[in-house]
């Protein structure tokens, strides 16, 4: 975690599930932000520690995490972690009362959001699917970019609890539409690594200096987040921030299982993730996304 400001919002009793290299600076954020704080995670040695940092309380189940919350946030893995946490006699919504809101930050499917939501709304209880964007750098630094899905009432009551760890949360349509949006958020990333991979292998194939290269083009049309974050630590050969390979697969699948179901095209994409598959097949599950470059080398 690193310092910020937060805007005064009244304290909120809230849970957070999860505590990987997200959600634990996640909730850090909200425990600084001054709201009441319970984590769960499936390691419990991991959330003992972490109450012991932040002063949270932790507990051995979902439902017990849950019991009493006037928010529940949530980051795991993929759409079976979701539903583990969720669904069953152990799961938050058996703890959660009528009325309170679960927020999921996973990135997971669409159809399993629109699943959860329904699950919820059966038990009076919200449902936000809110996908995230901005990595482990914008987690602990409180500034994340938050697409959303779900009702209005329930993403208003969210908001000023989550600008906690947010930079922007947004509304963006009905339950499910906030991983449809993550989606399109890694489409637009693979195309752009994929490119700068290109470019940067070509201008060292080409004795260019590429430090310097891209110092030029970063500030023309070429431009990009990735340039200005990674471009530099590829042209290094380092590959150890954050987003892993492993990550970026799975999203790139629910992605082309989506296209599946919608009809769109996806031809470059779909080339991306083979890429990627190539990097892990060399030993690199857990390096960050930039590492498609490794393959050009």
């Known amino acids: 975690m690193n310092p910020k400001t937060?805007?005064?919002t009244p304290s909120r009793r809230v849970a957070f599930l999860g505590l990987g290299v997200m959600g634990s600076p996640m909730a850090g954020h909200l425990t600084k932000a001054g709201h009441q704080?319970?984590?769960?995670?499936?390691?419990?040695?991991?959330?003992?520690?972490?109450?012991?940092q932040h002063g949270g309380a932790f507990k051995?189940?979902?439902?017990?995490?849950?019991?009493?919350?006037?928010?529940?946030?949530?980051?795991?893995?993929?759409?079976a972690d979701l539903r583990s946490v969720v669904l069953g006699a152990d799961g938050a919504l058996a703890g959660m009362k009528p009325g309170a809101i679960f927020v999921d930050h996973t990135t997971a499917s669409a159809d399993v959001a629109?699943?959860?939501?329904?699950?919820?709304?059966?038990l009076g209880i919200a449902f936000v699917d809110a996908p995230v964007s901005g990595g482990?750098?914008?987690?602990?630094?409180?500034?994340?970019?938050?697409?959303?899905?779900?009702?209005?009432?329930a993403f208003d009551a969210v908001k000023p609890v989550a600008m906690a760890f947010s930079r922007a949360f947004t509304l963006m349509g009905a339950p499910g539409a906030g991983q449809l949006t993550k989606m399109v958020n890694q489409i637009c990333i693979a195309g752009?690594?994929?490119g700068l991979s290109e470019a940067i292998a070509f201008g060292q194939k080409a004795g260019l200096d590429m430090n310097l290269v891209l110092e030029v083009i970063g500030k023309g049309a070429a431009q990009s987040w990735q340039m200005d974050n990674r471009g530099k630590t590829?042209?290094?050969?380092?590959?150890?921030?954050?987003?892993?390979?492993?990550?970026?697969?799975?999203?790139?699948?629910l992605v082309l299982d989506e296209a599946k179901?919608?009809?769109?095209?996806?031809?470059v994409t779909a080339l991306v993730d083979q890429f990627y598959a190539d990097v892990q097949a060399m030993g690199g599950q857990r390096y960050d996304t930039s590492s498609l470059i490794k393959r050009l080398k």
């Open 6 to 8: 937060y805007e005064p």
């Open 37 to 52: 704080v319970t984590v769960y995670n499936r390691t419990a040695a991991k959330a003992e520690a972490w109450a012991k």
């Open 60 to 79: 051995a189940t979902p439902r017990e995490a849950a019991a009493g919350a006037d928010i529940v946030f949530c980051c795991v893995g993929n759409d």
């Open 114 to 122: 629109r699943e959860l939501y329904a699950a919820a709304k059966a």
């Open 136 to 153: 482990q750098a914008g987690a602990e630094n409180g500034l994340l970019t938050v697409m959303c899905g779900g009702d209005q009432p």
């Open 192 to 194: 752009l690594v994929q």
């Open 234 to 253: 590829m042209v290094a050969g380092e590959f150890n921030f954050g987003f892993a390979v492993d990550w970026m697969r799975k999203d790139l699948g």
């Open 261 to 267: 179901r919608n009809g769109a095209r996806l031809p």
